[in-house]
């Protein structure tokens, strides 16, 4: 089994900063690309930032400048730096990666559970 844990999310005021942690557990082979998509209440899922196993990042536009999302390969961990953060940032923020299981052939995509992050103005 392959759990993905979040950890780091809270209450800020706008301009203030937060990091999100996703630990990867399990019988894992490898991990491809990690992610952190966000849930605002009444909207979508959406992404918000990715990582490849190289090394390559993905932004969502409205975020480009203020986040920052990194890995740590060794850890099978993924962050995410928020800076400048605004009201509209508020949502529950969740951890995604397609993971290959130890004895597997192919990967598989997991969900965290979720992180609440709220933004006051």
């Known amino acids: 089994q392959v759990q993905l844990v979040e950890s780091g999310g809270g209450l800020v005021q706008a301009g203030g900063s937060l990091r999100l942690s996703c630990a990867a557990a399990?019988?894992?082979?490898?991990?491809?690309?990690m992610g952190w998509y966000r849930q605002a209440p009444g909207k979508q899922r959406g992404l918000v930032a990715a990582?490849?196993?190289?090394?390559?990042?993905t932004y969502v536009d409205s975020v480009k400048g203020r986040f920052t999302i990194s890995r740590d390969n060794a850890k099978n961990m993924v962050y995410l730096q928020m800076n400048s953060l605004k009201p509209e940032d508020t949502a529950v923020y969740y951890c995604?990666?397609?993971?290959?299981?130890?004895?597997?052939?192919?990967?598989?995509?997991?969900w965290g559970q979720g992180t609440q992050v709220t933004v006051s103005s």
């Open positions: 995604n990666a397609d993971i290959r299981r130890l004895g597997f052939t192919g990967p598989q995509n997991y």
């Open positions: 399990g019988r894992i082979s490898s991990i491809n690309t």
């Open positions: 990582v490849t196993s190289g090394g390559t990042t």
